[in-house]
């Protein structure tokens, strides 16, 4: 593969497929080594003509099978080459490329914080040990026994959050009101399809504004940081999504300029300073939610070493006035990511949702989208003809990104798409059963 030239060259070991990341790493990187899973072949349309500047990619069922993700690393191995880093950008890799990252870098990390950044348990325990504030919580052991729910329920204040160890995107998570209501919670809770794990955890509920944390790091500095607001917490999503009051559902995000919030960027930078310690988090992207207390106190939730999911990554290029794929190839290299000229002052992202189950009749065109003022990118996840189960508030149709050069254009830039652009679906041609 050619080698271009910049600062320092690397090997990287990238796993699933990203069409910008590999072009970005490709164009970087002396060595790129690709790892896809049966998902990224059957449904994310990788590029096989571009693949080919990578230098080998390996074929895997999923990066749950230590046994193909032993060979792959015994084939790399064998190649005699150093690799600088095994890159992951999602959960559904995380855990392989730990495995992998222990066996083409031993040494280099410690093992367990491989798993703190899945199994929120470990991380918790991480996290608070090295100083931080986080809810009180109770690992629920698989099997279940009913005994340990009456301890646990003893234990905790109500109310509380019952949730999978390794949960995301605010999947199989319930806010269960008292002590008696626990243990039928804990028997009614559906394990979706996407998390392997049973393990269960429960955590004391915490009030506050939820925000989440974006950042880039190369060798330990700050590359970017950037602190947004949920318009709603994502729990309040899911329980107006349970209550049928999808009217009411706004999920999105916007961006807290730090010169309108300069205490509260302090705040975020230290708690964030404590979790890159406790967890070994020195070089790449890393996706923090906090909740902020009424008293400005700084509550952790979770972190995860990548970009926010959904409409995030289209949210921190507008903030960064470039590509972020292209800044996390640029750490990964271990070359600096600065940010560059941005088209306005303040950013704001959300997800534009079917109004109910069903398939899609009506979508808007590109053209509808670019006709609404404000409206900066948006992302198309499904199309006319797919089918919205409504199965968890996650499942995404459309992300829309506005900018404005002030907090009252943004507003009413949102509203704006909000009213303009809808969704259509017929009820009676969704999912039955």
């Known amino acids: 593969m050619s080698v271009a030239t910049h600062e320092k060259q690397s090997t990287i070991v990238l796993c699933k497929w990203q069409p ?40 895997i069922s999923n990066f749950n099978s230590l046994e193909e993700l032993g060979t792959v690393a015994a084939d790399i191995l064998s190649r005699r080459v150093n690799v600088d880093r095994v890159l992951s950008f999602t959960e559904f890799s995380q855990f392989g490329a730990g495995y992998l990252d222990l066996l083409l870098r031993p040494g280099y990390a410690d093992p367990t914080d491989h798993v703190a950044i899945r199994d929120k348990r470990l991380m918790k325990e991480k996290v608070t040990a090295a100083g931080a504030m986080a809810a009180r919580f109770r690992s629920v052991s698989h099997p279940v026994d009913p005994e340990d729910i009456g301890s646990i329920a003893a234990d905790l204040a109500f109310p509380v959050v019952l949730k999978p160890a390794v949960g995301f995107s605010t999947m199989s998570t319930v806010k269960v009101e008292s002590p008696e209501d626990l243990e039928q919670a804990v028997r009614d809770i559906a394990i979706a399809p996407e998390i392997r794990s049973p393990q269960l955890m429960v955590e004391e509920f ?85 909740f902020e207390q009424a008293d400005g106190t700084l509550v952790f939730s979770e972190v995860a070493t990548r970009f926010p999911g959904a409409w995030g990554p289209d949210l921190l290029s507008q903030y960064s006035g470039r590509s972020v794929w292209k800044s996390l190839a640029q750490v990964s290299t271990g070359n600096p990511a600065p940010s560059e000229e941005r088209s306005h002052r303040y950013f704001a992202s959300f997800d534009l949702k079917a109004p109910g189950p069903g398939r899609i009749t009506a979508i808007p065109s590109d053209k509808e989208i670019e006709a609404v003022d404000g409206v900066l990118k948006w992302t198309r996840i499904r199309r006319v003809g797919d089918v919205v189960t409504f199965d968890h508030p996650s499942e ?38």
Request: glycine share 6%; with cysteine.
């Open 20 to 59: 910008d990341l590999f072009r970005h790493l490709t164009e970087l990187a002396e060595r790129v080594y690709v790892v896809l899973d049966e998902f990224d072949v059957t449904r994310m349309n990788p590029d096989w003509a571009a693949l080919t500047r990578a230098d080998k990619v390996y074929r």
């Open 206 to 290: 915490v009030r506050g504004r939820e925000l989440h944390v974006d950042s880039l790091w190369l060798d330990g500095e700050e590359q970017m940081f950037l602190v947004s607001s949920y318009e709603q917490p994502r729990l309040s999503v899911i329980e107006r999504w349970r209550a049928g009051e999808r009217d009411l559902m706004v999920d999105g995000s916007s961006v807290i300029a730090e010169q309108d919030a300069p205490a509260l960027y302090e705040r975020a930078r230290e708690l964030q300073r404590i979790v890159n310690t406790a967890l070994g988090i020195d070089n790449g992207a890393s996706h923090m939610e906090v």
């Open 396 to 433: 995404w149709c459309l992300f829309v990104t506005v900018g404005a050069n002030s907090p009252e254009e943004l507003e009413k830039a949102l509203l704006r798409a909000r009213e303009s652009l809808r969704i259509e679906v017929d009820g009676n041609d969704g999912p039955t059963g």
